[in-house]
């Protein structure tokens, strides 16, 4: 059974950083294409960043320049960090996970199959 836990997350104000973890606990990790959610009260969850199991990256319009992705496959860790954050930052992150050869839309939620539990960040202006 794959299980993904986010780590990090919190508050920051505008302009700040953070930074979120996603450990991917199971098998398999370097066949996975793994991307970062995120959720606010009221409003569809949508894409913010993917990076395949090879390497490419993928961003949403509305953060790309201020958001990097990153992976360590060696500690089967994927990395978001949060730069210039807004306060419309503010949501509910969650990492995801879907096998690699299954993949389709980088940045739609319907094309993964394995889900963490959610981070809140908070960003005050």
């Known amino acids: 059974q794959l299980r993904l836990v986010e780590r990090g997350g919190g508050s920051a104000q505008a302009g700040g950083s953070l930074k979120l973890s996603c450990i991917f606990d199971?098998?398999?990790?370097?066949?996975?294409?793994m991307a970062w959610f995120r959720q606010s009260p009221g409003k569809d969850r949508e894409g913010v960043a993917c990076?395949?199991?090879?390497?490419?990256?993928s961003y949403a319009d509305n953060i790309k320049g201020r958001f990097a992705i990153s992976r360590d496959d060696a500690a089967k860790t994927v990395y978001l960090h949060l730069n210039s954050l807004k306060p419309e930052d503010t949501a509910m992150y969650y990492c995801?996970?879907?096998?690699?050869?299954?993949?389709?839309?980088?940045?739609?939620?319907?094309?993964?199959?394995?889900w963490g539990q959610g981070i809140q960040v908070a960003v005050s202006s």
């Open positions: 990076i395949r199991n090879l390497g490419g990256i």
């Open positions: 199971g098998y398999g990790y370097t066949d996975y294409n």
């Open positions: 995801a996970a879907v096998y690699s050869r299954y993949a389709r839309d980088p940045l739609n939620p319907n094309g993964y199959d394995f």
